[in-house]
């Protein structure tokens, strides 16, 4: 079964302090990841797009990295700010031929000043 | 702003009714997928239009129809609405039917029912 798993669930940080957050995947074929922004009742935001070749990808103070041998993927955030408090969604994109997205339930990050 | 616009932002509907969400497509975009997300979790994916054809669906059952015009705008369907129906409702536009394209969210149609 594709599924997209997120962890941790919630997490709170001081301003300034840096994070990572884990997803991991068990999604076949797989095309690429992604990682999105959401604020609380908006739209998601595109931080960065992943294919099976890439390692890693930056997006300012967004990282992330790509393991497609243990289909795991991290997104740190550095130097954090108040404005980064909001949901982080991992996605992951199951194709050619079946075309689905299959998300996470996201992590729910707050900072603190 | 990413040009992607929805509406109704917000509506409410009754058990058994039927509803359309609408997306405007950013400029240039000939692919629109939909999703639905409950509170507190990630979104579903429920499918995907490029050039007026769905190439792409999630779990979600036949009550659950899209259309798609010539200008790429696009409509969600829902009949016989059912209380777990209640969500925001998420359109995305991207270019080239492509799973590997850049997805442009509006920001939401939320429907309750009660």
């Known amino acids: 079964k594709n599924q997209v798993e997120q962890s941790p669930q919630s997490l709170i940080i001081l301003e300034g302090k840096n994070c990572t957050l884990q997803c991991n995947y068990t999604v076949s074929p797989f095309s690429n990841l992604r990682w999105y922004k959401q604020d609380t009742g908006r739209g998601p935001v595109s931080l960065t797009i992943m294919t099976f070749s890439e390692n890693t990808k930056s997006n300012g103070r967004y990282t992330a990295t790509l393991d497609a041998d243990t289909k795991q993927s991290s997104l740190h955030i550095t130097a954090s700010q108040l404005s980064d408090s909001a949901s982080y969604i991992c996605?992951?994109?199951?194709?050619?031929?079946?075309?689905?997205?299959?998300f996470g339930t996201g992590t729910r990050l707050k900072v603190l000043a | 702003e990413t040009g992607v616009t929805q509406s109704p932002t917000h509506l409410i509907k009754t058990r058994g009714q039927q509803v359309t969400l609408r997306c405007s497509s950013q400029s240039g975009h000939n692919t629109v997928s939909w999703y639905q997300q409950a509170l507190g979790q990630g979104p579903q994916f429920i499918f995907q239009y490029y050039r007026e054809e769905e190439n792409g669906r999630g779990n979600f059952p036949p009550r659950f129809s899209g259309l798609q015009f010539p200008n790429y705008s696009s409509e969600l369907n829902v009949n016989a609405l059912e209380l777990d129906d209640s969500a925001l409702y998420l359109c995305a536009s991207g270019a080239g039917g492509r799973l590997t394209g850049e997805l442009f969210f509006g920001e939401g149609s939320r429907l309750t029912v009660l």
């Open positions: 996605v992951v994109s199951a194709g050619p031929g079946t075309y689905k997205y299959i």
